[in-house]
């Protein structure tokens, strides 16, 4: 499933992480790389340690954690430390990869399954060319650029590149969810569902059908929940 969540970061919140963008301390992207994926990454990254980098998570974090849209679609058992890349110049862009399977958090060695991949977008798509996020599933292509704040998820399983930004730069943040549901169509199957129950209720108000088939979802989500 692809999915866009809208204004993630509030205009604040927006404001402050390019600003924290603006004076962090660069490096080279490839140092995070699987072997394949190293091969066409051409771009930087913050250091994982650095205060910006620890200030810019402590913000997406917190606004990941206020939606109930990205609870809903990714049901989240461990998200994997939100990093911070940056394409322009001579480094701009990421040649078709697949993110490795699994990943080893910086901090606490704690490994992650990447079931979802996220991006959130942090420039203005205004102010550069190109950088466009192109998913390619099975034979379906999308070609992502976003809003300065808003996310995209998509399935970690899929080919994807970052074109070469050909003027001005684009920054972003991404990383990864393990889900408590491992299936994409199971969970896409809960989401629906609960997007859908959402909308019967604030079409017609509580109804002894809305709480029935709430109590559906939740059966299956204990059916295929793995904590
Ligand atoms: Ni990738």
New binding site residues.
């Given amino acids: 499933m692809l999915l866009q969540i809208p204004e993630l970061l509030t205009t604040e919140e927006l404001r402050e992480a390019q600003q924290l963008l603006a004076n962090a301390p660069w490096d080279e992207g490839r140092r995070s790389a699987g072997t394949q ?1 190293a091969q066409v990454k051409n771009n930087e990254q913050l250091p994982h340690d650095c205060d910006a980098a620890r200030k810019l998570r402590g913000i997406v974090l917190r606004a990941l954690d206020r939606s109930p849209t990205f609870f809903s679609a990714t049901l989240p058992k461990h998200v994997f430390t939100p990093s911070f890349n940056r394409y322009g110049n001579d480094r701009n862009s ?1 040649g078709e ?1 697949v ?1 490795n399977a699994v990943r080893f958090a910086p901090d606490t060695g704690q490994r992650v399954r990447t079931d979802i ?1 996220c991006t959130l977008f942090l420039s203005d798509p205004n102010d550069y060319d190109g950088g466009e996020l192109i998913i390619r599933d099975t034979l379906d292509e999308q070609k992502i650029k976003l809003k300065a704040g808003h996310l995209v998820l998509y399935p970690g399983t899929s080919v ?1 590149q970052v074109t070469p930004t050909s003027r001005g730069q684009r920054l972003a943040c ?1 990383f990864w969810i393990e889900s408590m549901v491992r299936s994409n169509e199971q969970r896409r199957l809960l989401f629906d569902l609960d997007v859908n129950i959402q909308r019967l209720r604030n079409t017609y108000g509580e109804s002894p059908e809305a709480v029935a088939l709430t109590g559906t979802y939740h059966n299956l989500l204990r059916m295929w929940v793995d904590t």
């Fill in positions: 994926a990421y990869h993110d991949s994807h991404f």
